[in-house]
């Protein structure tokens, strides 16, 4: 199941589509900061490292444009939840580049994990995101995400 080199064109250059390593932790961090405005290295490591290290199946990709990582994936599988006993894939993490929105990217990588997540039966994908990232919405929507009849509940602790 491993994501290597799925070559995509995009603006005639390629897009090679692979599996997430510890070494892009730095180029990730840039990625992050670049979108949230936040230095959050050690945090974003941590959670490839989780990603690669913990899971069962490396599930997460990357993407990269002439040798320069510019997008990645982060997502696990889990069986069972809430007492359902079927494998659902969370896809937590979606990161591409802010200079290079738009091109292709994300659409790339999911494109490889879905095929990834065929290839080990898993039959759902879920994600969840702010309302209010009206991009991220639309890529979602795009990408045939549909809400689930399921109420996410949060309280102050």
Same mark, same amino acid.
Request: hydrophobic share 50%.
């Given at each position: 199941?491993?994501?290597?080199?799925?070559?995509?064109? =995009?603006?005639?250059?390629?897009?090679?589509?692979?599996?997430?390593?510890?070494?892009?932790?730095?180029?990730?961090?840039?990625?992050?900061?670049?979108? +949230?405005?936040?230095?959050?290295?050690?945090?974003?490591?941590?959670?490839?490292?989780?990603?690669?290290?913990?899971?069962?199946?490396? =599930?997460?990709?990357?993407?990269?444009?002439?040798?320069?990582?510019?997008?990645?994936?982060?997502?696990?599988?889990?069986? @069972?939840?809430?007492?359902?006993?079927?494998?659902?894939?969370?896809?937590?993490?979606?990161?591409?580049?802010?200079? =290079?929105?738009?091109? @292709?990217?994300? +659409?790339?990588?999911?494109?490889?994990?879905?095929?990834?997540?065929?290839?080990?039966?898993?039959?759902?994908?879920?994600?969840?995101?702010?309302?209010?990232?009206?991009?991220?919405?639309?890529?979602?929507?795009?990408?045939?995400?549909?809400?689930?009849?399921?109420?996410?509940?949060?309280?102050?602790?």
């Amino acid at each position: 199941m491993d994501a290597s080199s799925n070559g995509v064109n =995009l603006e005639h250059e390629a897009i090679v589509v692979r599996t997430l390593r510890l070494e892009d932790c730095p180029r990730l961090a840039k990625i992050d900061e670049a979108i +949230t405005g936040r230095s959050r290295a050690l945090w974003l490591e941590n959670k490839v490292k989780r990603a690669l290290k913990e899971a069962d199946v490396a =599930l997460s990709v990357g993407a990269e444009r002439d040798g320069l990582l510019v997008g990645a994936l982060m997502c696990t599988v889990q069986f @069972g939840e809430f007492g359902l006993f079927e494998p659902l894939a969370v896809l937590d993490t979606v990161l591409v580049d802010p200079k =290079l929105a738009g091109q @292709g990217i994300a +659409t790339a990588m999911l494109e490889q994990l879905l095929a990834n997540l065929r290839g080990l039966r898993v039959l759902r994908l879920r994600t969840e995101v702010d309302w209010n990232e009206l991009d991220l919405v639309a890529f979602f929507e795009k990408s045939a995400f549909v809400p689930v009849p399921r109420l996410v509940l949060e309280r102050e602790v």
